[in-house]
């Protein structure tokens, strides 16, 4: 998936969900976030992905998981966190998939 910086979002259908992914870089309010009607896109039934959230709160519910990215070396290391039940449930799968596919 590409980022969405000049259109904000990108939506996709993923297995039967709605994937919306969300750039706000470019806000200069937070307002911005409830002007588009963004926060009618965040419920059940869909994943929503967001890029410098921090332009978008207070207005922006809380994460279930959020994921930094920096750089290490060469590469990137990606740091996983999650504050609800529902994003400790995804973390879980994740650690559990990742872990599996390095024993093969």
């Known amino acids: 998936m590409k980022s969405p910086t000049f259109s904000l979002l ?20 937070p307002m911005e976030f409830m002007d588009a009607g963004f926060r009618e896109l965040f419920g059940a039934g869909a994943v ?27 590469g990137r290391r990606a740091e996983v966190s999650s504050s609800t039940e529902a994003g400790s449930a995804v973390a879980a799968i994740w650690v559990k998939t990742w872990n599996s596919t390095a024993d093969a």
């Open 48 to 74: 929503c992905l967001t890029e410098w959230s921090d332009r978008a709160e207070p207005y922006l519910p809380p994460a279930d998981l959020e994921i930094r990215i920096r750089i290490d070396g060469f």
């Open 10 to 29: 990108e939506s996709y259908d993923v297995r039967g969900l709605k994937l919306h992914h969300f750039d706000f870089y470019r806000f200069e309010d």
